[in-house]
């Protein structure tokens, strides 16, 4: 489908925060993504044991989904997670309703700001603004559908995550070409490289063509996140 792949998506629980940081999972995850024997993408989300506890006790539907029904890979500590907890319907729909609101309008903002830098020649300044865009509407997505989005700044990753829960996201960026991947990867670089590396370079035509999928994008996190917020309405209102 436009070249999307399906991807694994990996939990991996931790007994320190302090080992859950990138530095220790990076290479693990690129050489994942580089094994021909598997073939899609894979994402490896690390926590401890006890964020994904309390993640749990929070109701929060991406972990829940993963307890209830993931596959145990690899175990050294037998221990059970914490049951999951629930939310009312009425809580359900005014934590997405609150994420929602500030997640896109963050979105919709870095964009404005990125089409200024852009028209004031100001092109790797624009980029960084423009990942923070896509970064908050991935967040957002993820958030209204699942309580929960990974901090991090991958695009990739956040992306794939999303398109995930819904597939129609994957209509904002085609990954048939590849100029279009490399358009991509490129601003995935901006959020460190446009600001601190002298050797980024971004094209004014690379970064109109990703301004342009950014506002498809933005168009379908609107819909996916309103339908939501609206089925989760319907099922409070129901509950009254």
């Not at 399906?6 to 991996?12: A, K, N, Y």
Request: charged content about 25%; some cysteine; glycine content about 4%.
């Amino acid at each position: 489908m436009k070249g999307y792949r399906s991807d694994f998506d990996i939990l991996v629980i931790v007994n320190e925060s302090r080992f859950a940081g990138f530095e220790y999972w990076d290479r693990a995850t690129d050489r994942l993504n580089h094994e021909p024997t598997i073939g899609v993408p894979v994402g490896l989300i690390v926590h401890s044991g006890r964020e994904v506890n309390n993640a749990l006790r929070n109701a929060q539907y991406f972990f829940t989904d993963i307890r209830k029904e993931g596959i145990l890979l690899y175990e050294m500590d037998d221990r059970e997670l914490a049951e999951p907890g629930v939310l009312t319907p009425q809580q359900a729909l005014d934590v997405a309703h609150e994420q929602y609101t500030q997640r896109f309008e963050a979105a919709l903002n870095f964009l404005k700001l990125a089409k200024y830098s852009m028209s004031d020649g100001m092109l790797n300044p624009a980029a960084f603004l423009l990942h923070q865009s896509l970064e908050q509407a991935y967040s957002a997505v993820l958030l209204v559908l699942t309580n929960y989005s990974p901090p991090s700044h991958n695009l990739k990753f956040l992306r794939m995550l999303a398109e995930d829960r819904d597939r129609r996201l994957i209509d904002a960026w085609p990954r048939d070409q590849h100029r279009h991947n490399a358009r991509f990867n490129v601003l995935n670089e901006a959020y460190v490289k446009a600001r601190y590396s002298k050797h980024y370079e971004i094209s004014e035509e690379a970064l109109k063509w990703l301004m342009d999928h950014t506002e498809l994008l933005h168009a379908l996190v609107r819909t996916v996140c309103e339908e939501r917020l609206e089925s989760l309405e319907q099922v409070a209102i129901a509950e009254r």
